[in-house]
């Protein structure tokens, strides 16, 4: 039987790479995508949730918008110097054909995990606002989710987004913290892992042989995402697999090493955003998380580029 996930996302060049090989892997069944601001505006993330799931005839799968800005802050800080002004590469893409989910993510979210209880894994791709918001509007629902998968996070190396924070925590770290002190299981897909896996400009070759709709649309977004880790992070055409990093670990966890250790988020000063570790459990009894550390990575890009041009 197929795993039942549902995305919450801000796609995002990545996040399109991670829903894309989602819905061409037959162990995964989306129930639905939840948007979110993060890599752009959340009017942007929405449509752009609607292109995605159109764009190879998944048509029926829900998408509802959400969250526009973080829990408390005033600042959205948006990753549009990543992903383009429109999250695609600034490729302008055509409007989808489609229209949006009349219920705000919220809902859709509390919904699907009551349709669903037991059974449903949340996939959050982006800034954790909508996830804290139904955890707040019905806690119960952290012993009816089956797992909360994602990627966020840097328990024991440097931020992205700051010295020491990693972007989705970063814009709202008020939530992140909800989200980790949940009694519910929680699998953090960070930088510890996503920054160790790095796909090449050889494995984009072999992506975009593939000449599908999914990766046709990938090889024109893609160039703006390796122009940025060029500029940063001098990879000459390479980029980091943050959030197709979550899609592979839901495929195969056996390429992921893990620890166990409950993790807490700074929410101020100049650390604002850094996900902890408390690896000797000395801050209390906080449920612990599930935080990957180490990655098979050429087996994950091997996984992902399967999927995507089968």
């Known amino acids: 039987m197929a795993r039942k996930i549902l995305f919450d996302t801000d796609p995002g060049i990545?996040?399109?790479?991670?829903?894309?090989?989602?819905?061409?892997?037959?162990?995964?069944e989306v129930v639905g995508l939840t948007t979110v601001f993060g890599n752009a505006d959340v009017d942007t993330c929405?449509?752009?949730?609607?292109?995605?799931?159109?764009?190879?005839?998944?048509?029926?799968?829900?998408?509802?918008?959400?969250?526009?800005?973080?829990?408390?802050?005033?600042?959205?800080d948006l990753g549009t110097e990543v992903h383009g002004l429109d999250g695609m590469g600034n490729t302008n893409p055509p409007p989808p054909r489609g229209r949006l989910d009349?219920?705000?993510?919220?809902?859709?979210?509390?919904?699907?995990?009551?349709?669903?209880?037991?059974?449903?894994?949340?996939?959050?791709?982006?800034?954790?606002?909508?996830?804290a918001m139904a955890l707040q509007q019905d806690p119960e629902i952290a012993s009816l989710v089956e797992e909360v998968v994602l990627m966020g996070g840097s328990a024991f190396g440097v931020g992205n987004i700051s010295p020491v924070a990693e972007a989705n925590i970063f814009h709202d770290a008020h939530a992140a913290e909800?989200?980790?002190?949940?009694?519910?299981?929680?699998?953090?897909?960070?930088?510890?892992?996503?920054?160790?896996?790095?796909?090449q400009p050889e494995d984009l070759s072999r992506l975009y042989a593939g000449k599908n709709p999914a990766t046709d649309l990938l090889e024109?977004?893609?160039?703006?995402?390796?122009?940025?880790?060029?500029?940063?992070?001098?990879?000459?055409?390479?980029?980091?697999?943050?959030?197709?990093?979550?899609?592979?670990?839901l495929l195969k966890p056996e390429l992921y090493t893990a620890?166990?250790?409950?993790?807490?988020?700074?929410?101020?000063?100049?650390?604002?955003?850094k996900t902890i570790a408390d690896v000797h459990r000395q801050w209390?009894?906080?449920?612990?998380?599930?935080?990957?550390?180490?990655?098979?990575?050429?087996?994950?890009?091997?996984?992902l580029i399967d999927r995507l041009i089968q």
């Open 220 to 249: 024109r977004i893609q160039p703006c995402y390796q122009a940025f880790h060029d500029q940063v992070y001098g990879l000459n055409g390479a980029f980091h697999l943050h959030d197709p990093s979550v899609t592979a670990y």
């Open 46 to 76: 929405a449509l752009n949730g609607l292109r995605l799931v159109e764009l190879e005839g998944h048509d029926h799968i829900p998408v509802s918008k959400g969250a526009g800005a973080p829990l408390f802050r005033r600042e959205l």
């Open 259 to 273: 620890i166990q250790a409950p993790v807490y988020v700074e929410t101020t000063g100049l650390c604002f955003g």
């Open 284 to 303: 209390g009894a906080r449920r612990a998380a599930r935080i990957l550390v180490e990655a098979d990575s050429r087996a994950v890009i091997d996984l």
């Open 178 to 199: 909800i989200v980790f002190r949940a009694d519910w299981d929680v699998t953090m897909v960070g930088l510890d892992v996503t920054t160790k896996t790095i796909v």
């Open 14 to 28: 990545d996040d399109a790479m991670a829903i894309l090989a989602a819905l061409r892997s037959p162990e995964l």
């Open 102 to 131: 009349p219920r705000p993510a919220v809902q859709f979210i509390l919904e699907m995990v009551r349709t669903y209880p037991g059974e449903l894994t949340l996939v959050p791709l982006g800034p954790l606002t909508n996830i």
